[in-house]
C-alpha cells in the first residue's frame, strides 16, 4: 500500500570549459572523465530499465554549461579522441595483466568491454548526449529542470538582483531551447536561497526549487511536516527540502555507502603507477601524469595497503545497500505518514558526477535502488516534485530561510578569505553591464554583437566553480586566471563600445573562443533597477 513518495533527483553539472587555442587543456578532461564515468553509464542503465519495462520517475537537473558542453561539435570530437584513446589502453592492459593476477586480468577485460559499451552507446546517440535526455524527457521517465545560466551563486549576485535575474533568464531560455519547452522546476546552484529570488522565479514561470533542509526547517513560520512536504512561499513559488537521512547514506565520508570497502579506490590510477615509458601514450603529452581511468584496487578499509578490485563482490554489495536505501525510505514513510495529515514526500537531491565518478558503482546503485522501488510492496512510489504538485497543489505558506547544501549550509565556502577578492570584480561589471544596457538604443550590429559578449564573459566570470576551486585548494591557479580572463575581456569590450572603437577582428576572436549561449540578448540585464 503506498503511504509516501520518493523523489530522486541528480544535478549535473560542469563549468563551461573549451579551450580550442590549445592541443590539450587538462580542464576539458573534467568533460571527458565525467562522460565516461557518470553520464553515459546513466544513460545506459536507464536505457537498460526501459529495455526491462520497469516503472520509473526520477528528476534530472542540466545546467545550461553542460548542456552546452554535450552539444558542442568540437568538444564532441575531442571527447571520441579520448574514448578511442582509453579504449586502446584497456586492450593493451589485457595483454600486460594476463599473467600477472587473475583478480586483474579479469578487472582489466572487464575495463575493455566496458568502454567498447560506452563508445557503441555514444555512437548510438549521435555523439550528442543531449540526444539521450531529450528522449527521457519525451518519455516521461525523467522530468529535466533547469539551472542558473552559469552555475553563478545567485544569492551572492543578490547584490545586483538584476544580476541574478540574468543568470536565470538566460538558464530558462538555454533550456528552452535545447529541450522545446519550458522548464517546471530549478536547481538553485548549490541549493542556495536567500530573499527576493522566488518572485524572479515567478517572473520566469519556475514553479518550484530544491532547497536545502535546514532552508524549510527554519522557515517562518515554520512548518509543521518538517522535510517531509514542501512549503510555498509568498510568491506562491514550492520548495522541496533535502531530507537528511537520504543525504547521509549516500554523502557521508564515514557511514555512506560509498566508503564500503569492496568499491573501487578512487585514487589508486595507472596514470600515475605504471613506468612512464608505458604510460606516456596515453597522458598528458607534456608528461604530467593524470588519471587514465583504469584503477586496479579496492577501498580496502581505507588502508595504504589495497587489495585488488573484485567487480562480483562490488555488485553484490550494491544489491545490498540498494535494498538498505530502499528500506529505509519503507521505514521513514511508514512513521511519517501516520504523524501528517497530509502524504508524505522525501526529497533525495544528489550530484549527479557522484555516480560513477567519485562513487564507481554509483549507477549500478541507481539501477538497483529503482528496480527495487519498483516493487509491490512498497510503502513508497518514486515521483517528481511537480508530479507531487499536480497532486497536491495546497501546501503550508512559509518563507525559506537563507541558506545553501555548502558547509555550514551558508555561502561560506564561496565567500571566504581565499576568494572574496573576485565579488569586487563582478560587480563592478554588473554595474558597467547593467548601465550599457539601459544605456544604449539604436545599436549598429558590431555594437550589438560586442554587448552580448559582454553578458557572455560576465556570465562566465560568475560561475561559482571558481570561488568553490579556490576554497578547495584544487586548480586554483586556473580557477583565478578564468576570472581573470573573463572579467578582463568584459571590462575591454565596456571601454571598447563606449569609446566607440570595438575592435571586430578581436570580437570575432573571442566569440569563437567563449561561444557558449549564441541565441544571448543583452537586453535580460535591462529592467529591475536596483
Known sequence: MIKGYVSLILHAHLPFVRHPEVKEALEERWLFEA?????LPLIQIFDKLLKEKVRFRITLSITPTLMAMLE?????????????????????????TFNLNEELRKTSLFYNKRYNELLQIYKEYNQNLMNAFRKFDKLGCM???TSAATHGLLPLLMVNPQA????IAMGVKAYTEALGHAPNGIWLPECAYSYGLDSILKEFGIKYFISEGIGVLNACPKPIYGTYAPIETQEKVYVFPRD???SHQVWSRTLGYPGDSNY??????????????YIAPYINPEGIRIDTGLKYY???DHTDNKEYYNRDKAMMVVKKHAKHFSNSRNAQISVASVRMEKTPIITCPYDAELFGHWWFEGPDFIYEFIKESAKENNYYELITPLDYLNKYSINEISTPNPSSWGENGDFSVWLNPTNHWIYREIHDCEDKMFWMANTYKGLSELQERGLNQAVRELLLAQASDWAFIMKNNTAVNYAKRR????????????????????????????????????????????????
Not at 35 to 39: A, K, P
Not at 78 to 84: H, T, V
Open 483 to 530: 576570472v581573470f580572463t573573463h572579467v578582463e575581456r568584459f571590462n575591454k569590450l565596456y571601454e571598447t563600445i563606449i569609446s566607440e572603437e570595438i575592435d571586430e577582428k578581436w570580437l570575432e576572436e573571442i566569440e569563437k573562443l567563449d561561444n557558449i549561449f549564441p541565441s544571448i540578448d543583452y537586453r535580460i540585464y535591462k529592467g529591475m533597477p536596483k
Open 244 to 246: 537528511m537521512e537520504s
Open 298 to 300: 579496492k577501498i580496502t
Open 143 to 145: 522530468d529535466i529542470i
Open 35 to 39: 562522460i565516461t564515468e557518470c553520464y
Open 164 to 167: 541574478a535575474r540574468a543568470q
Open 72 to 96: 558542442d561539435k568540437y568538444l564532441n570530437e575531442k571527447y571520441l579522441e579520448y574514448i578511442l584513446k582509453t579504449l586502446k589502453l584497456s586492450k593493451l592492459e589485457i595483454g600486460r
Open 264 to 277: 573501487r579506490e578512487f585514487y589508486r590510477d595507472i596514470g600515475f603507477e605504471l613506468p612512464i615509458e
